[in-house]
Nanobody, 126 residues
């Protein structure tokens, strides 16, 4: 499956943004999706993940209560709604997929995901 992330941009401190991850290719297959992010000079960080059905979701500690992941399988799109953004959220955001219905056991490990989108930049201004 091929992924295309979009929706990034410049947003003010405390603002909101919604990212999209559109899938193409093997969309008839089931897949879990995760979002990771990478800030300049830092390692890639797990943000959130969602199972195929959408019933299981997981969040990194730094985004719990502020970010929400969801998906619309009829459109082959996964969304990341980000609220209460702050400077620490500035990063390139990547979506990634793992084939199968469930989120991998090590859902926070980037090595669990086979397929990556190109990334979209999110910049939070103070």
């Amino acid at each position: 499956v091929q992924l295309q992330a979009s929706g990034g941009g410049l947003v003010q401190f405390g603002g909101s943004l919604r990212l999209s991850c559109a899938a193409s290719g093997r969309t008839s297959s089931r897949y879990a999706v995760a979002w990771f992010r990478q800030a300049p000079g830092k390692e890639r960080e797990f943000v959130t993940a969602i199972s195929w059905s959408g019933r299981s979701t997981y969040y990194g500690d730094s985004v719990k209560g502020r970010f929400t992941i969801s998906r619309d399988n009829t459109k082959n799109v996964v969304y990341l709604k980000m609220n209460s953004l702050n400077a620490e959220d500035t990063a390139v955001y990547y979506c990634a997929a793992k084939m199968g219905v469930g989120v991998p056991l090590l859902y926070g490990s980037e090595y669990e995901y086979c397929c990556w989108g190109q990334g979209t930049q999110v910049t939070v201004s103070s």
